[in-house]
T-cell receptor
Framework: SAVISQKPSRDICQRGTSLTIQCQVDSQVTMMFWYRQQPGQSLTLIATANQGSEATYESGFVIDKFPISRPNLTFSTLTVSNMSPEDSSIYLC?????????????FGPGTRLTVT | GIQVEQSPPDLILQEGANSTLRCNFSDSVNNLQWFHQNPWGQLINLFYIPSGTKQNGRLSATTVATERYSLLYISSSQTTDSGVYFCAVLSDSNYQLIWGAGTKLIIKP
């Protein structure tokens, strides 16, 4: 199973600023995902980040607000731009790995963001 | 698209009790996972179980794909079992995980 680390683990930011979250995986993976989890809610997919191509954003998320980089098969960053209090959430990096029995998805420890 | 429903939404138990959490899905799936989100927010993989039964210590899971449901059993609950349990299935249409709303479990000492 993949081991995923994220930095920072938490941050408190002021309205209007930007924060870049880093995600590092201990093995090469093709498919990486960024999720948002608002307080008391389930997970919402922000975008899929595949190495060598532009990220694919889900409905309601745009590149100007959540730019993503994927420079190689073990690393990705998500930037939350021009933050507002509504962006206060846990942001999770995830990877999907295949095996003989199918595809299993793994998650990083998350970045807990509070915007004041 | 596929719908995933979990029940109960909340469950409060005394330490040592057993519990059963349910996940219903509206269409056939080839991929189903159970996760535990601990109070610190970390998502922990419990089971990858598109069909059949698996056990890992005090936890076990059963998926009956033909009847479109999965069950997660927790025996002899401990306070460290507290958190939210999520079921997620992989959509055949867009190959993304579709999440249930979760079951919030509180184990009292």
């Amino acid at each position: 199973s993949a081991v995923i680390s994220q930095k920072p683990s938490r941050d408190i930011c002021q309205r209007g600023t930007s924060l870049t979250i880093q995600c590092q995986v201990d093995s090469q993976v093709t498919m990486m995902f960024w999720y948002r989890q608002q307080p008391g809610q389930s997970l919402t997919l922000i975008a899929t980040a595949n190495q060598g191509s532009e990220a694919t954003y889900e409905s309601g998320f745009v590149i100007d607000k959540f730019p993503i980089s994927r420079p190689n098969l073990t690393f990705s960053t998500l930037t939350v731009s021009n933050m507002s209090p509504e962006d206060s959430s846990i942001y999770l990096c995830s990877v999907r790995q295949g095996s003989q029995i199918g595809y299993e998805q793994y998650f990083g420890p998350g970045t807990r963001l509070t915007v004041t | 698209g596929i719908q995933v429903e979990q029940s109960p939404p909340d469950l409060i138990l005394q330490e040592g009790a057993n519990s059963t959490l349910r996940c219903n899905f509206s269409d056939s799936v080839n991929n189903l996972q159970w996760f535990h989100q601990n109070p610190w927010g970390q998502l922990i993989n419990l089971f990858y179980i598109p069909s059949g039964t698996k056990q890992n210590g005090r936890l076990s899971a059963t998926t009956v794909a033909t009847e479109r449901y999965s069950l997660l059993y927790i025996s002899s609950s401990q306070t460290t079992d507290s958190g939210v349990y999520f079921c997620a299935v992989l959509s055949d249409s867009n190959y993304q995980l579709i999440w249930g709303a979760g079951t919030k479990l509180i184990i009292k000492p």
